[in-house]
C-alpha cells in the first residue's frame, strides 16, 4: 500500500489533486472538489491510428452518515458525513465489502466551513478500512464530509 498525504493549505474546494499511477501507464486520476476523475491510458501511435485505449472505469457509488465513528457502505466510491463538534481529529471506521487488506483506498476530506482535512492513518483490512483525519486548520463544528475511492 501507498500512502501519499497532502498537507499544503493552499488546497481549496476547487483544488486539483493529479495522482500518476504507474499500474496505468499513461492514465491519471485527478481529483477536483470532490469529484474524482480518471484519464485511461492510450495505446502507442507511430504512423498509424491510434491505438487501444485503456478500460473504462465506472463506479457506484453512495452516502452515508457516520454514527459513533463508523458507517457501512458497500460501494467502490462513496461519501460519508459525520457530525462534529470543536474537533480537530476524526477517526472512522468504514465497513466496506469492497475493500481488501491490499486495497488503496484513496480519501480526501473537507468540513462545512470548508476547512481541508489530512489522512493521518489508514489501515485498510479484509471488509473495513479505518481512517483517521486531522484538520489542517482551527478546531470545527458542524459537517465532516469525508470522500472515498477503493483501487
Known sequence: MTTVAITSTNLG???TVLIDCPGMPGGALALTGG???ITGPTGPSVTGPTGPTG???VF???TVAAVSNAATLNTVAGAVTASISSASSYTLTLTNSAVASTSIVIWNAYDS????WAVTALTPSNGAVAVSFA????????TLHMNYLVA
Open 13 to 15: 474546494n476547487g483544488s
Open 35 to 37: 469529484t474524482l476523475n
Open 55 to 57: 478500460p473504462a472505469y
Open 60 to 62: 457506484v457509488n453512495g
Open 113 to 116: 466551513s470548508g476547512n481541508i
Open 135 to 142: 484538520s489542517l486548520s482551527s478546531p470545527s463544528s458542524g
